[in-house]
């Protein structure tokens, strides 16, 4: 063997080795000799790329948490059957912020701890939300809500927040316009449960309702979490609504359906927002949940949207849409991240992914025609869906259609 030959073969074994090390390789330039986390997400061979989902996921508002969260498994799973981002698979993280600030801001805390969590499909509720916002935001995570309508969440010195829902300035305007025009309710009362998503969108109704020409004889806050709300209730009656309107979720809205017909107020529509409608505020107001009007967001049908249907209830038991009105926006907001990051992920040459969070916050921000579950979202400045809800009235023990 001639000494070049034999220098030639060392070295070709010397590169076999460092390629099976990764030495030699090298990142992407943005990512390049850059130790900041916010900057660039490495996810080695053999680890998942994770996106965050955060939600009430126990107790009274849990049915909102298990449902989004159960629709975005799937979205992870379709993803995964179709080979994941340059071989490697999604995740989804799921945590319980019991649907508070608190408990917001400590599972955003606990996923920008998170190396390899590159996205949020979430927060769910707009106080939890809003908590999040600016730890996200320094971090450089992106959001995609499903179901935090909050009007003033898109502002701010932030750029990471957008959602898929309609706002809760727009479902007000929408109930009060249906109330008015529709119903012919000329006097409304007003009831909320002190919280952002509940007391914003009240407000809207109030004011809209206002300016049609319409009275609002009452304005009533509950404490959320009772089980007697039949003396505000009373007082209310002596207003003589034809109307009352509660912003807030199910389970108070289910107390006061129940309560209503104790407070001597059986001939007055009971009208809602997307936190009431869903198959839980029946079970729980039984035979008073009849006549009652909500807001759903459900999509309008299509093959796709009945096929996801279909296997949905194949895995959880229940339709989408039963247990809340946001099953699909889960699905969407957690495919839609995935897209996003398939659109900027780099495979390096060591064989790590690496994700450049900043380009990912700004193919988040910038979204547009993507067809989902929900409809063709298109962000902008924060608002990737601007269509407003659907009404839906309780006969015969199910939603329907007026």
Known sequence: MSKRYLFFSILVAVSLILAACGGGAKAPDVCAENPDETVCAVIEPGKTVKIGYGGPMAGDYSAFGIDISNAGLLAVEDANKAGGVEGFDFELLVEDTQGSGEGGASVANLFVSDPDVVAIAGLTFSGATAAAIPIFNAARLPMLSPSATRADLTGGDQDVFNRIPFTDDIQGQFAAEYLFNVLGVKKLAVMHDGDAYGKGVAEKVQEVF????????????????????????????????????????????????????????????????DGTFGDTFIELAGENAEGVYAASGAPVSSP???????????????????????????????????????????????????????????????????????????????????????????????????
């Open 304 to 402: 796709r949207v009945e096929e996801f249907n279909t296997y949905f209830e194949s895995v959880y038991g229940d339709p989408p849409g039963a247990v809340s009105t946001f099953t699909w926006h889960g699905y969407d907001v957690t495919d839609a991240l995935i897209q996003a990051i398939k659109s900027v992920a780099i495979l390096g040459e060591d064989g790590n992914l690496y994700i450049p969070r900043e380009a990912l916050v700004q193919a988040v921000d910038n979204m547009e025609g993507y067809e989902g579950l929900t409809g063709m979202l298109s962000c902008n400045a924060g608002e990737c869906n601007a269509s407003g809800p659907s009404f839906l009235v309780v006969k015969d023990g199910a939603w329907v259609l007026p």
């Open 210 to 273: 206002t300016s049609l020409g319409g009275d609002v004889v009452a304005v009533e806050a509950v404490t959320p979490g009772e089980t007697d709300y039949s003396a505000v209730l009373t007082d209310i009656g002596a207003a003589k609504p034809e109307a009352i309107y509660y912003g807030g979720y199910y389970p108070e809205a289910a107390v006061i359906a129940k309560d209503m017909p104790v407070a001597g107020l059986e001939g007055v529509i009971l009208f809602s927002d």
